[in-house]
């Protein structure tokens, strides 16, 4: 038996970048940072706070979702699975590259804007009539 999953939650770090292929499959591939926070020991060692890096790949619907909704410095919790490929850059030399290849995603940050950074309308809210002249505060 094996198991490769993998659940992170953490911020996106630039805006998505969205490619459709050839036979019109959506794929999003973006940044997200997770952050373990600094601590001091008791002897009074400083631990600094760390960040890693992770490269997620998002396909099909999930992918159209992320173009649709998701923006740099939005909180997401993703469920997926570790890939690891190589190629070789541009001078000949190899490079390794770790992806989570994402099957589940929900966004977790509040929705007051737009994919563009602009703040979202909000509908206005009726205002409550004038209290019945009955003296009755209900």
């Known amino acids: 038996m094996s198991l ?5 939650i953490g911020n996106v770090g630039r ?21 373990d926070r600094g601590y001091t020991l008791q002897n009074g060692t400083q631990v600094p706070e760390r960040t890693e890096w992770h490269n997620l790949v998002a396909w099909g619907k999930l992918a159209e979702i992320v ?18 490929h190589s ?15 994402v099957e589940n995603m929900e966004m977790l940050s509040a929705r007051n804007t737009s994919k563009q950074g602009q ?17 009755m505060p209900f």
């Open 67 to 84: 173009e649709k909704y998701v923006h740099k410095g939005d909180k997401l919790y993703v469920e997926g699975s570790l890939r690891s």
């Open 4 to 8: 490769n999953k993998v659940m992170l």
């Open 87 to 101: 190629y070789d850059d541009q001078n000949g030399v190899k490079r390794y590259v770790t992806e989570v290849h």
């Open 15 to 35: 805006d998505p970048d969205i490619r459709y292929r050839d036979n019109g499959q959506c794929v999003a591939n973006m940044t997200l940072a997770t952050t």
């Open 119 to 135: 703040p979202a309308q909000q509908e206005q809210q009726p205002q409550n009539p004038a209290p019945a002249s009955d003296g």
